[in-house]
């Protein structure tokens, strides 16, 4: 079986503040994990993903995560926030070892404030 | 420029009325997907197709269908059996599903599907 949870609904950060989104993730053998986002009434767009190797992964628009293996985090960062980067935030895991499709987390709407 | 194209983007449901939404892309890709998506549950697979002429059952299957007879097209039907169809319906696909595991999903900008 395979999981992702983002503890977090809501949060919010002030303009120029590093910003955490978290990720944590079960699954039964080794995961592939993704962070996607998306923009009100449009589709999915895809941040980043980490595959194997270096732990801290960087994506588009100065975003990166950093893989946890023993405590199966994934969580989302930024140094610096924009108020363009207020967005619904998907984590989303796959299980190498499965041929279960791409399971998603409930999403975190971030909000930058000025 | 390659990608996914929905439509419609709006899309209304009368009682006892089957309506189709059209996902077409031309990234030429093996697998496609559709799913759900409801406020403060993330997105919910429905059907998924990894080749033409096949397709299987997602986690929310009841009440939908899909046919996959092109590479580029992979209609979803809401029919009346669907009880509670309102929802953001999202198309997506990628290179394989199998053998492109570590491969992202690509979006199209989905359909708001309404009950009048």
């Known amino acids: 079986a395979q999981s992702v949870a983002q503890p977090e609904d809501q949060v919010n950060v002030a303009e120029g503040n590093p910003l955490t989104v978290k990720c944590t993730y079960s699954?039964?053998?080794?995961?592939?994990l993704f962070w996607y986002v998306q923009y009100p009434n449009r589709g999915l767009q895809f941040l980043l993903k980490y595959i194997t190797g270096d732990n801290l992964v960087k994506g588009s628009y100065g975003f990166e995560a950093e893989f946890n293996k023993s405590q199966t985090s994934f969580h989302l960062k930024k140094p610096s926030a924009l108020v363009s980067d207020s967005a619904l935030y998907f984590c989303a895991v796959r299980d190498r070892g499965s041929a279960r499709q791409l399971t998603f987390g409930s999403g975190t709407q971030l909000t930058v404030l000025p | 420029d390659g990608g996914i194209t929905q439509s419609p983007k709006y899309l209304f449901r009368k009682e006892g009325q089957n309506v189709t939404l059209s996902c077409e892309q031309n990234?030429?890709?093996?697998?496609m997907y559709w799913y759900r998506q409801d406020p403060g549950q993330g997105l919910r697979l429905i059907y998924y197709?990894?080749?033409?002429?096949?397709?299987q059952k997602g986690d929310i299957a009841e009440g939908y269908s899909v046919s996959r007879e092109k590479k580029e097209s992979f209609p979803l039907t809401v029919t009346s059996a669907q009880k509670n169809p309102t929802a953001f319906y999202l198309c997506a696909s990628s290179p394989s599903s199998l053998e492109g595991l570590d491969q992202p999903q690509h979006f199209g900008d989905g359909t708001r599907l309404s009950i009048l």
């Open positions: 699954v039964s053998g080794n995961p592939y």
């Open positions: 197709s990894q080749i033409v002429n096949d397709f």
């Open positions: 990234l030429n890709h093996d697998a």
